[in-house]
Structures are given as C-alpha cells and as structure tokens.
C-alpha cells in the first residue's frame, strides 16, 4: 500500500463520518474514528522538500500492529511521510524494517547536483533519518551510492551500517557504483550474531576479505559478488561459513583465479559466473546445481554432475556449434539453453542426438560472421520436440539476399508442434536467415507468434510509453540495413505467415530516417 492508497482511504473514511455527523448532529460521538495531531518538530521527514506541515488528519481506529503492518509495506519515502502526519506512524516508522538509501529513493536528482554537493545532500539526509530510527527491527537494507569512499565517506558508511546491520537483518545490499570504489566493507559486521539471519548479501565495487575466523552467515542464501576485490581463499572462507547458500553470483571479480565451490553447499542450485578475467578454473563440487551461467573463453570448466542441469546460459565463442554437438548427451535434462557466441567456426551441426526435455532456446551471434549458414540452426528446433520459445538474437554483418538473389532453400522435416513463440532481433536482409524464418513458419504446426525487429537498436523512441526522447545514433549502413530487412520480411516472409501466427514487425525508428 503506497501514500496515495493510505489517503484515499482516509478521505473516504472522512466523508462516511461527516456525512454521519450529519445525520445524528445530537448523537454522541462514535469510537469508529481517532483524531491525530502531526508534529513536525522529530518528524523524519523534517529536511524532505516535499512534506507538507503539520496537519489534523482522522484514521480509521485499527489495532496498532495492523497499522505497523500497512506502513511495513510502504516505500521508505511514502513510509516517512506518513510519520509526518501520524504519531502513530511515528513510533513505527523508529522500527521501519525496510530502509532504501539511493539518490531515487530520497528524490535527489543527479541532473539538479553537482557531484560533491549530491554526496553532501545524500550524506545529511541519511544521517537524518537514521538518527530517528532506532535501529531496531531492520529487514532489509539498500545503500546505493555514486561517490568514492576513500575518505570521509567510509566513516559515514561504517556509521550506518553499526546502526541498522542488527541480528534479525535478512537483506543488506552496498551497491558503491563507482568503479573501484576504495570502500573496505567490515567483516566484524557479520560477526556477534548480526550476521546469523542476514538470507541476501550484495556487495558491489569494495573491497571484502573474509577469514576463517569468520562467524555467522548461517542464514545465507543468495549471495551476489560484482567487481569486488576478494581472493579464491578468502571466498573459500566465505563458502565453508555458508551451508545454507541456495544461489551465488560472482561478476567481475578479478582476483579469482580459481573457483572451488565444495561439496559441503549441499542447497547450492544456482551458480552463475560473470567476466572474470583472471579465472582459470571452475570446478563444482556440490552436487545438486541445476542453473549454471558462465560468461569467459579461457576458463576450465569442471561441472561435475550435470544430469541434474536443467538451465544453461554460456556466453562463449564457438559454444553454438559445441552445443549441439555435445550437450544432448551431458546434460539430456535441459529445459532451457542460452547460447551467445562472438565466435564461430562451423555451422550448427544436423545430428541425430535430441534435446528431449527443451522448451526455451536463446542463441545469440555477435561479431562478423559473413558467411554463417543460419538454416544450420533448424537442427536445434527439431532437435527438441518440446520446444516452446525460440529467440536469435543476431548482430552480425553478411550478405543481403537482395545483392545475391535465388531460389530459398529448404528442409524436410517432421511438422513441429509445441513450438509456440520465435522472436528474431536485428533481422536483417541475409538470404539464410530469410531461410531459416521461412523454413520455421512452413514446418510448424503450433505456431502462434512471429516478431521479427529490424530496428536494429531493440527500442524505439517513437514507441507510446517511450521514456527515451530520441534513439542513440546509427551508422547509416546499420540504418540502412535495417530498412532491407523490412523489404526482406514483406516480400518473401509475410506472404507464408499462416492465419493462424501473429507477426509483428518492428521497423527502424522514424527519428533514424532523418539520419539516411
């Protein structure tokens, strides 16, 4: 429930009564309704710009833990301004579980402010507001920064988290979004029992360096690493003290170089690892890991037992071909495969092997492929007969159909039938992939969606909703590409869609028109 529900509420319960005071003028008054005088003067939102004064307001009479509850459930912002006007929502905003500290929550805009005087402003209002809350009964807790913590800001950082990181905190998120930031997040947070209910921990551009004298995180169920600054041991530390852990994602972390991840994680069922350059290893030894991702090229992977691998995402060069050449046999359980590759050598191979469980399928080629056979992909569709969803995402530059035209290819297939939705983004004019979509829509059966986007950019400015004023600028042969895929699609693709299939076809934006 947001500030407008809670007003809204308010103002119908005030028209009921007085409507009733009219009515029964000489009756006495009725218990239905409490009287509440805000007082500004403590209030938490005594610096925010947008709170009004002190004002009388009249509330429905609800037992105090169902108001604790409703104002639980507000933004932290809506939640502050509600204290402003209740003394009710004043005592419970000092136990306020969910505190969100971010330049969008507290209303500071990064267009209105200079770098160092945003840094004050965020400094004074969450001093502010941190001194009116107790600190006690903190759920969750967002700190979301732009500023370097190399000096001042590490105290005031080290200062917030003493207040609120209490035991019975479930989430703690530090997002320090400048890169490098020089912050060392304090392992003796956790420690005392403050880190024992802690269910998510977040960390991001800081420097964390746990040991084995680390207590705590028994709780630990989600943890997320990205761009900071902790060595294979250190995270080895981290693991052993975290048998609970359900999901891990490291992104960036540079100092790693090889990754164990024991057997002791008996819960772990989502690995996923992200652009860390210096990883030489990967080797799992917890044994019922379903979801794995991994984004790298030079990186060993040791997966151990995958049978139990039902979603793989693999951002790696010539990971298409390998695919489909291996992965029906080493992980036969896949319900979903994503695949990008910068890098391909061969054609997707046409093999006997199936994918029998496959219902969502992603491949993504980005990089120069001049001659890449796309109809080779067909052998994925009818590799999987439960196939639901088929996405391509293409970004690659080669020959239009319209430069060398001839007769389409095709290939005899069983009809497929589960097949429901294919999505192709940055379709262009190419002769095989003009193929490949002819050849979806004769030899599907259940067919129901078709979007082929050849704007090139995957939004549009020009859209209803849109939040962006203008596209970012293109290349006139991206443009003009893009405008070739749109001929491609209505003369040799639109005329085999079936009644029975939605095609939707996103064309260049029109802001990009005045750039040809």
Not at 58 to 73: F, V
Not at 229 to 244: D, K, Y
Request: glycine share 6%; net charge positive.
């Amino acid at each position: 429930m947001g500030m407008l529900d809670l007003m809204r509420l308010m103002s119908i319960q005030r028209q009921r009564d007085q409507e009733r005071r009219r009515r029964q003028a000489q009756a006495p008054p009725r218990d239905g309704l409490i009287a509440l005088r805000a007082k500004r003067k403590g209030s938490p939102c005594q610096q925010d710009g947008d709170s009004q004064g002190a004002a009388d307001i009249e509330i429905p009479s609800l037992p105090e833990d169902i108001w604790r509850l409703i104002h639980s459930l507000m933004p932290m912002r809506d939640a502050a301004r509600a204290a402003c006007v209740s003394h009710s929502f004043l005592s419970s905003w000092r136990c306020h579980p969910n505190l969100n500290f971010s330049s969008e929550a507290l209303g500071l805009s990064k267009n209105a402010y200079g770098n160092e005087e945003l840094a004050g402003l965020f400094y004074s209002k969450v001093n502010h507001i941190l001194k009116r809350h107790s600190g006690i009964g903190v759920k969750k807790l967002t700190i979301k920064v732009y500023s370097d913590y190399s000096g001042k800001g590490s105290s005031y950082l080290n200062n917030w988290l003493q207040i609120a990181v209490k035991p019975g905190i479930e989430e703690l998120i530090i997002a320090l979004t400048q890169f490098q930031a020089k912050y060392n997040f304090p392992c003796s947070l956790l420690s005392n029992g403050s880190g024992d209910s802690i269910q998510y921990l977040h960390l991001s551009n800081c420097s964390f360096h746990p040991t084995v004298t680390l207590s705590g995180l028994r709780s630990l169920t989600r943890l997320y690493l990205c761009r900071v600054r902790i060595t294979e041991n250190e995270l080895g530390c981290l693991l052993s003290h975290s048998l609970a852990l359900e999901q891990l994602e490291i992104r960036y972390c540079n100092r790693i170089v090889c990754l164990k991840v024991p057997c002791l994680l008996q819960r772990l069922i989502s690995l996923k690892v992200f652009g860390c350059d210096k990883l030489k290893l990967i080797e799992n030894e917890a044994p019922n890991v379903s979801i794995f991702a991994f984004q790298g090229d030079k990186t060993e992977l040791k997966l151990g037992e995958t049978l139990q691998i039902k979603s793989l995402c693999m951002v790696r060069s010539g990971y298409v071909y390998h695919a489909r050449a291996e992965l029906p046999s080493i992980m036969p359980n896949l319900e979903s495969l994503a695949v990008q590759s910068c890098k391909e050598t061969a054609f997707a191979p046409k093999l006997c092997s199936k994918f029998l469980c496959l219902r969502h399928l992603s491949i993504g080629l980005i990089g120069f492929f001049p001659a890449y056979d796309y109809l080779s992909l067909a052998s994925y569709i009818y590799a999987a007969p439960s196939l639901e969803t088929f996405d391509l995402n293409r970004n690659v530059q080669s020959v239009s159909i319209f430069a060398h035209p001839a007769d389409l290819r095709s290939i005899r297939e069983e009809k497929h039938h589960n097949l429901k939705s294919v999505t192709v983004t940055s379709f262009i004019s190419v002769k095989s992939l003009v193929e490949l979509t002819c050849h979806i829509l004769e030899s599907t059966a259940s067919l129901e969606c078709l979007t082929l986007d050849a704007s090139q950019t995957g939004f549009r400015c020009d859209t209803p909703g849109s939040k962006i004023s203008k596209c970012p600028p293109l290349d006139r042969d991206i443009i003009m590409e893009g405008h070739r895929g749109v001929l491609a699609i209505r003369r040799y693709i639109q005329p085999r869609v079936p009644s029975t299939v939605k095609l939707t076809v996103l064309e260049p934006c029109s802001c990009h028109s005045t750039e040809l």
